[in-house]
């Protein structure tokens, strides 16, 4: 997200980061060199390696924009933008480090949630930071990954954290550590929405890769159901709702759960800016 801010009496920009998954950091290499911008501090070191890795695809290499990537700490007050005031705290989501960020600006209070909890609330009242804190907090934990002989795989229990095979020419080292170990004594946990294995909204390769294995459905982290989106705003209570992360926000009322506050909806277009004087 953007946040405006004024350097020696000229317009500017910062860039909040979220989380590091591609679709809400894809563009950092188009970001220019005068505009300030701050990601979680684990998520910074998972983008060095991961842009060093794909470096191979773009002449435009990556390592030295997130270089120069600035990091916040949840729970503290990011004080460098002037007049607006950004606290980050920690959210559940599909990738480690991921952050919403609770924003005072303009008189306003504005709770960005970003994909976690995928709306834009300005809240009204005078609520304390205080008040937000048990809301979509995370355990932030090391994980330490690194090789493992396949004897030991035979005779220890571990977990295998895989994806789907995003080249079908070749076989993925998920696979081939699937096709080894799971007939000894394997369990495949899916842990996606279960649309993507039914004929509507099918993707093939997640079905290819299940195969005849027998599985368990268990839903972890990921995007917020729509019950816990609802209480959020129950809990928050906002003047406004923003939907965002969508391609049909004009259908968010639709949903029974958000009813209760459709007269509170205010739907942007792609590159609308919120003006908060009109909130």
Not at 14 to 37: A, S
Not at 112 to 137: A, D, M, Y
Not at 195 to 209: M, S
Request: net charge negative.
């Amino acid at each position: 997200m953007l946040v405006s801010k004024v350097f020696d009496g000229r317009p500017a920009a910062g860039l909040l980061f979220t989380h590091p998954h591609g679709d809400h950091y894809g563009l950092y290499k188009k970001v220019p060199d005068d505009v300030l911008m701050y990601i979680g501090p684990m998520a910074k070191e998972l983008l060095k390696v991961l842009v060093t890795r794909l470096a191979y695809i773009s002449v435009e290499k990556g390592l030295p924009v997130v270089e120069r990537m600035q990091t916040y700490q949840s729970g503290e007050e990011l004080g460098v933008f002037q007049n607006i005031q950004v606290l980050p705290f920690y959210v559940d989501h599909s990738a480690p480090d991921a952050y919403m960020f609770y924003i005072q600006a303009a008189g306003k209070k504005i709770l960005f949630c970003s994909e976690n909890h995928p709306v834009i609330r300005v809240l009204k009242g005078s609520r304390q930071w205080s008040h937000l804190r048990g809301l979509g907090t995370s355990l932030k934990k090391p994980v330490l990954i690194g090789p493992v002989p396949g004897d030991r795989l035979k005779h220890d229990v571990f977990m295998m954290l895989a994806r789907k095979n995003a080249n079908p020419a070749r076989k993925s080292t998920f696979e081939e550590i699937r096709d080894e170990f799971y007939p000894l004594d394997g369990q495949v946990i899916y842990s996606m929405r279960d649309g993507y294995l039914k004929p509507e909204h099918a993707d093939q390769a997640r079905i290819d890769f299940i195969g005849d294995c027998p599985y368990k459905q268990l839903h972890i982290g990921g995007h917020a159901y729509v019950e816990t989106i609802a209480s959020l705003i129950e809990t928050v209570n906002p003047k406004v709702i923003v939907p965002m992360h969508t391609e049909r926000a004009d259908e968010f009322t639709a949903i029974p759960e958000f009813a209760p506050w459709a007269d509170r909806v205010k739907v942007l277009a792609d590159g609308e800016p919120l003006n908060l004087d009109e909130l």
